[in-house]
């Protein structure tokens, strides 16, 4: 679903966690959204407008209290062209005014006007989020619709350890981007989606895997999270960070992933194996470190599960989606792949095209039916889009 033309409006408060509403801020922009920015004037003291502005590519408001008019139209403007309404950081202060039906600046009297979706993202020390006066606002804003993104606990600028960091960057800018996707084709149905590598432990301190990041898996979790799907995402070790509205569910080896494959795959409507599953474990695994007391060693390796093959072989109604990693001959081997494990999809790329820790993907699609989709080089979300567009018939 294309969010090009999707208004998000940024309420930045006054706190230290002001300079993180960059991050919102570019993230969204990467997502090709519209992102307009409201300044308080104490949140002008942590960052400067023009910081805002060069990543907004918009103008930046600030509160002018000296001049009411110019305020008074423009919160009516940027109200009604909202899409949706973040504040982040959100301080006491702002909380507090909005749920008591304060509105005496560009802001709250923007939020005051909307009848796009509110969320908030609060910032503040411990001590301040847990006062009850707080918690009451929150409460009381919670009861008529608004939302809350909730502060993470850590280490805070005063010294104090507690709740009260923003959340995250990326997750908050995720969940926006969630909020705003309103295409729910995916709804009632359940998507199983592995993705990563998994290891081969030769001894306790060794073990030899595929390359992988796992970042093709996750949009592809993402993406039918966002279309309402409730998702399984089976993961072997990765670096990046999980996608939140997920089950997640971490293995390591192949028999792991297999294990954790089979228990879920009865259930599921769709399934998507983008993991790059080791082929091959040691014949024995030494339980001690293998020490360096000879100048070569020799490793035999024996086959391991072919998890999607063994699925293509037990499917009943499920839609079978493979990825084929390919150096060559991408079309003729993929398509191989796809009779020979009994798909209905699979998505072909060409290792030497782009590489493997890249956010983006050159892939054709080939379906069951003969059908092939060559798709331009995109970014692993987009191809997401576009693999679960097919798969919905758009
Ligand atoms: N796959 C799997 N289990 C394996 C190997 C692969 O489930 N042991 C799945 C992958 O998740 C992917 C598809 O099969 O969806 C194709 O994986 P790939 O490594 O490209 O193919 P292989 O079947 O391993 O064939 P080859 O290594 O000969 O290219």
């Known amino acids: ?223 039918a999270r966002d279309r309402g799907a409730e998702v399984i995402l089976i993961t072997g070790p990765t670096s990046i960070e999980k996608p939140f509205g997920v089950k997640i569910v971490e293995v390591k080896t192949n028999e792991e992933m297999m294990n954790s494959v089979l228990e879920y795959f009865e259930e599921v409507d769709i399934v998507v194996k983008s993991a790059a599953v080791a082929d091959y474990k040691p014949k024995n695994y030494s339980d001690r470190k293998i020490k360096k007391s000879e100048e070569y060693i020799n490793l035999e390796f024996e086959k391991d599960n072919d998890i999607l093959k063994r699925l293509g072989e037990i499917k009943t109604n499920q839609i079978l989606i493979g990825f084929a990693a390919e150096s060559h001959d991408l079309i003729e081997n993929a398509r191989n792949k796809l009779q020979r494990k009994n798909l209905d999809y699979i998505v072909a790329n060409d290792i030497t095209k782009t590489g493997f820790a890249s956010d983006n993907n050159k892939v054709a699609i080939l379906c069951r039916n003969g059908k092939e989709t060559h798709l331009e080089e995109m970014t692993k979300r987009e191809v997401a889009r576009e693999l679960l567009n097919l798969i919905m018939n758009k």
């Open 1 to 223: 679903m294309e969010l090009k033309n999707k208004c998000v409006v940024i309420g930045v408060t006054g706190g230290i966690a002001a300079y993180k509403a960059l991050d919102i801020v570019s993230n969204l922009k990467k997502k090709n959204m519209d992102v307009h920015v409201i300044m308080t004037k104490s949140a002008t003291e942590f960052v400067t407008p023009l910081s805002f502005q060069s990543l907004s590519q918009n103008q930046v408001t600030i509160d002018m209290f000296e001049e009411p008019r110019a305020w008074e139209i423009q919160h009516i403007s940027l109200a009604k062209k909202a899409d949706i309404m973040l504040v982040a950081p959100a301080t006491a202060n702002i909380i507090g005014k909005v749920a008591n039906g304060i509105a005496d600046d560009m802001l709250s009297t923007t939020i005051m006007a909307t009848k796009a979706p509110v969320v908030f993202a609060p910032a503040m020390n411990t001590n301040m989020y847990e006062n009850p006066i707080v918690q009451g606002n929150i409460e009381k804003l919670k009861s008529y619709g608004y939302m809350f993104i909730e502060p993470a606990s850590g280490r805070l600028a005063c010294g104090d350890v507690g709740k009260g960091k923003l959340a995250d960057t990326k997750y908050i800018s995720d969940q926006i981007h969630s909020m705003l996707y309103d295409i729910k084709d995916l709804k009632g149905k359940k998507v199983l989606v592995t993705a990563g590598p998994t290891i081969a432990p030769i001894d306790p301190v060794r073990y030899i895997t595929n390359r992988s990041t796992g970042k093709m898996g996750y949009a592809i979790a993402e993406e």
